[in-house]
Structure formats: structure tokens, C-alpha cells
T-cell receptor, first 115, second 110 residues
């Protein structure tokens, strides 16, 4: 079965531009997470979607960051007016339902470079 | 705020050695994850545990809930085990975002 996929794999943009990053979770997984991995900060949580519940946005670093999940499946992370400090690898992970098995499955990431 | 502390930051060992990586975590974390990331590679989940011990091949993960401490052990280490190992925790029954340790960069020399 297919794992978590992300696109694009690499994105280079100019400071001030908006970018959209896409995540396709494992089919049937109800939970979806966005994380980012940067040299200075390591791995950090951004946002979490669970089914139809309101997302947990507590990790978003600023109001330039937003995410949506349409139809409980595909998710898009949008960064507006990108800054150089937004350069990082953006990782998506998904998890099956319930609390018995909470293993998260990670996608390959999107490497974002803001010039 | 959840916190995860991991040690050592870097570890170099010879092939065949027994490896231990340690992780301490704060109150509020109820599930502990061990992740592996090879150079230039993606993140792979090795274990998720909230109690006891789990084993997969040469990898063993243990957790002591009272001491809020977990360890990842690698037996008969091999150069292909060279990677960054990351400890991460979450709360709320394990159903929320992960808080990550800074990772342990492991190098196994032949």
C-alpha cells in the first residue's frame, strides 16, 4: 500500500512569495500532522487534524502559516509572504484512528528554500 | 509545555557494539516514540510505547513511566545502523502533535 506522499519534493521561492505544500496521507488515516525540520530548531510540530474536529493550530509560528484538510484526506500547508527563516523541510505524517495504535507514518518531506 | 531531552547528542561506536540512547521526558507525555532518520532520508517510526518494552530485530525500546525515562538499544550494531535517532513524545492518549528531542547522531564504524 502507498505511504504518505508529499509534493513538491523541493521548492525554491523568492522572499515574499506564497507557497503551497501538499500532503496525501495514507488512505483511511483520520489523523494528519504537519511538522517542520530546520537546522536551527530541529523538528517542531505545526498543526494537527483529526477527522472533522477543529484542527490544533498551536504549533503554527505565525499567522502567515495556515493549513486545510479537504474531505478528511489531502492537506495543504500554505505559507504567505515567505521569509528566509521559513526555509526548512516540511514533513507530513498520518495516523490511523483510535488511541490503541498511535504510530505516525511520515512522508518524505518538502524541502523549502526561500531566497 | 511538553519537553524531551535526549542523550548523547553524538555517538560513534565500532561495529558489533551494544548501543544505548537515552531519553527523558516531562510530565504530561504519555506516549514515547523512537524515530530513525538516515542521512538525506525520511523519518521512519521505530517504536511507540507507553509502558514496558518492545523489540524488533536488533532494536529494543524500554520505558520507565515512574522515572519518565526511555532507552533505545541496538544489539550487534552494524554500519547500516548509522543514522539520527530521535525520541519524541505526545500526550492526550498519544493523539496529538509530537514534541521532539534534538536527536542522537549515531555512527557505526566497520
Amino acid at each position: 500500500g502507498a505511504g504518505v506522499s508529499q509534493s513538491p519534493s523541493n521548492k525554491v521561492t523568492e522572499k515574499g512569495k506564497d507557497v503551497e505544500l501538499r500532503c496525501d496521507p495514507i488512505s483511511g488515516h483520520t489523523a494528519l500532522y504537519w511538522y517542520r525540520q530546520s537546522l536551527g530548531q530541529g523538528l517542531e510540530f505545526l498543526i494537527y487534524f483529526q477527522g472533522n474536529s477543529a484542527p490544533d493550530k498551536s504549533g503554527l509560528p505565525s499567522d502567515r502559516f495556515s493549513a486545510e484538510r479537504t474531505g478528511g484526506s489531502v492537506s495543504t500547508l500554505t505559507i504567505q509572504r515567505t521569509q528566509q527563516e521559513d526555509s526548512a523541510v516540511y514533513l507530513c505524517a498520518s495516523r490511523g484512528g483510535g488511541t490503541v495504535n498511535n504510530e505516525q507514518f511520515f512522508g518524505p518531506g518538502t524541502r523549502l528554500t526561500v531566497l | 509545555k511538553n519537553e524531551v531531552e535526549q542523550s548523547p547528542q553524538n555517538l560513534t561506536a565500532q561495529e558489533g557494539e551494544f548501543i544505548t540512547i537515552n531519553c527523558s521526558y516531562s510530565v504530561g507525555i504519555s506516549a514515547l516514540h523512537w524515530l530513525q532518520q538516515h542521512p538525506g532520508g525520511g523519518i521512519v517510526s521505530l517504536f511507540m510505547l507507553s509502558s514496558g518494552k518492545k523489540k524488533h530485530g536488533r532494536l529494543i525500546a524500554t520505558i520507565n513511566i515512574q522515572e519518565k525515562h526511555s532507552s533505545l538499544h541496538i544489539t550487534a550494531s552494524h554500519p547500516r545502523d548509522s543514522a539520527v535517532y530521535i525520541c519524541a513524545g505526545n500526550s492526550g492518549g498519544g493523539a496529538d502533535g509530537l514534541t521532539f528531542g534534538k536527536g542522537t547522531h549515531l555512527i557505526i564504524q566497520p
